[in-house]
């Protein structure tokens, strides 16, 4: 069975990401397609999912606006796989603060049992590259490209820390879930795109 994977349109990286995970999809020479979903129809036809980095809460209330938000939910809670990147990942998670501005009333998914930090290494002009490892998934070096990026501080007992950074957390996994601070859409590199990619297709099939 050929493989639905979808990138939420709603605004953020999309384009990059439809690219990585098409490009993986046909490196693992698996019949799967990547298409850019927004509404809660094609959401519900899903896979598997990306949500993309951006800005999380004009993501989250356009999600809450189109109706979007309570069939991510359920597709996520009833197993289908996702990959939450930058903005995504706060998306997923519970308990969301910013380093200026504290508690912030965004619309969360509160799949993720995680306390995050939005802009935890500055902001734009603080973005940066670095060499990061995820051991567990079998991905011992990536370059991680961090922009604007989250982390976070604390996980639950449910919640796997993939990869640290300076002692803070840069990416975590849940099941089927993983949420990362970085952005690897932005390069070459398709090694965690493929290990998502996979995820899915073992959920599948």
Known sequence: MSLNVGVLSIQGDVHENLISAQTA?????????VTAVRTPEEISEL???IIPGGESTTMGQ?????????ILKEKIENGM????????????????SDRIVGKTDQPLLD??????????????????ESDISMDSIGIPKFNGVFIRAPSVSEVGSDVE??????DRIVAVKKGNIIGTAFHPELTEDTAL?????????????
């Open 111 to 128: 799949i993720l049992n995680i306390k995050l930090e939005r802009n935890s290494f500055g902001r734009q002009k603080e973005s940066f």
């Open 47 to 49: 896979d598997g999912l």
């Open 81 to 96: 796989p996702v990959l939450g990147i930058c903005a995504g990942m706060i998306m997923l998670s519970n308990n969301a």
């Open 62 to 70: 356009l999600s809450l606006v189109n109706g979007s938000m309570k």
């Open 193 to 205: 795109h493929k290990y998502f990619i996979n995820l899915v297709n073992t959920s599948k099939n």
């Open 25 to 33: 999809i046909d490196e693992l020479g698996i019949d799967g397609k």
């Open 161 to 166: 820390v993939l990869s640290k950074f300076n």
